[in-house]
């Protein structure tokens, strides 16, 4: 498997950036969107961030417009919107796949990584059906908001599935056990 600290990343406003920048930190990767119903998911994240930033927490948002094309904008469309309306804070990079065959390097270690999410992925592809909708399946990734833990140490912890949200149990406990490890 590729060493996710390795993959180059851009961040929005064009910085290089990599996940060994973040080294030692707890990671959120999140796959946003904001024409999505989930999209107010970015207000819980933002307060996730806030309340465990300082003991090493880092939500990293990644805008894809890979489902029903809810992320038509550009870069700078997006950095604004997101801080406009959500007062989002966390590090945004760039825009870019995170499904098929042009999926960025990093969502291509994630998901081979770490497969299957936690979270009610099959209600998820249901409703996506209902919606007249063909859903991804395992190991891609399934919708807008999808999260991806990575522990201190580098490695992928936990994957939850987009409805899974930020202040989820489930979500908050394996940040908090990934918080504690040294």
């Known amino acids: 498997m590729t060493d996710l ?15 060994a920048e973040h080294h030692g930190k707890v990671l959120l990767i999140v796959n946003v ?3 999505c119903g989930l999209t107010p998911q970015y207000e819980g994240l933002e307060q996730l961030y806030q309340r465990y930033k300082d003991e090493g927490l880092e939500v990293l948002g990644f805008p894809a417009n890979d489902f029903g094309g809810q992320e038509p904008g550009s870069d700078d469309e997006i950095a604004d919107f997101c801080s406009v309306n959500y007062n989002v804070s966390f590090p945004m990079f760039t825009k870019g796949d995170v499904t098929g065959v042009a999926k960025q390097p990093l969502y ?7 497969p299957k999410k936690d979270g009610n992925a099959e209600e998820w592809r249901e409703k996506l059906r209902g919606y007249g909708m063909t859903p991804t399946e395992d190991p891609e990734v399934l919708w807008n908001f999808e999260k991806f833990l990575i522990g201190r140490d580098g490695q992928i912890a936990a994957r939850f599935s987009p409805a899974t949200t930020p202040d989820d149990m489930a979500l908050v406990g394996a940040i908090e056990v990934e918080l504690a490890k040294a």
Not at 5 to 19: E, F, K
Not at 108 to 114: K, N
């Open 108 to 114: 291509a270690a994630l998901t081979q990584g770490m």
């Open 5 to 19: 600290a390795t993959i180059p990343l851009a961040r929005i406003d064009g910085a290089y950036d990599s996940l």
């Open 33 to 35: 969107a904001s024409k």
